[in-house]
């Protein structure tokens, strides 16, 4: 087959996304971007919402969670330890349709090099993965846009695939 040898259908990581949702607790809020700051080094940004929901107390502006986004050898290293403290082991609906991954930590003292703080607490996080190849700068450019060919996109086989090669995780079918 030459799509293994053609250096445009080589899957890559584009984004890693760490999110912590608070809801309206302010506390846990603060208690998530300390958790993010220890797992990475950098100050995560404050999530806000857009829209009123009288029920759930919200309203336009509330900060409810926070969240980072890391590309290129940080997003790399990063996912390595997040993997690990899954036990290298993710469930093939983690994947969807478009080659992406998202799985949950639910405390993040599962992380390695990771200690409790006691004034975090018990608290997890929330790891989205989105893939892409080479050509994706189409969709996402200011002049000229164009859609990814269907034949371009990355499928969901692939995405298990390239986890399963490169960061050695084993992917077990529901």
């Known amino acids: 087959m030459n799509n293994i040898t053609n250096v445009m259908q080589k899957v890559r990581i584009e984004k890693i996304t760490l999110n912590i949702g608070s ?9 998530g971007i300390k958790l993010i700051k220890k797992i990475t080094g950098i100050e995560p940004v404050k999530t806000v919402t857009k829209k009123r929901i009288p029920n759930w107390g919200l309203r336009p502006g509330l900060p409810i969670g926070c969240k980072l986004t890391l590309r290129k050898e940080k997003a790399r290293e ?15 609906e983690q994947f969807d349709v478009h ?9 993040y003292i599962e992380i390695p090099n990771l200690d409790y703080d006691p004034e975090i607490g018990s608290l997890g ?24 060919p269907k034949r371009h996109t990355v499928t969901k086989e692939e995405a298990m695939n390239f986890v399963k090669e490169n960061f050695n995780v084993e992917v077990t079918a529901a």
Do not use: W
């Not at 809801?23 to 208690?31: A, H, I, P, T, V």
């Not at 330890?81 to 899954?86: D, E, G, I, P």
């Not at 080659?99 to 405390?107: K, S, V, Y």
């Not at 790891?127 to 969709?139: M, N």
């Open 23 to 31: 809801g309206k607790e302010q506390s846990r809020l603060e208690k």
């Open 78 to 92: 990063i996912l390595k330890r997040l993997l690990a403290a899954k036990e290298n082991k993710l469930k093939a």
């Open 99 to 107: 080659g992406n991954l998202a799985f949950g930590i639910h405390e």
């Open 125 to 148: 996080l929330e790891v989205c993965v989105t893939l892409e190849k080479p050509g994706y700068r189409v969709k996402k450019r200011k002049l000229k846009k164009s859609k990814i």
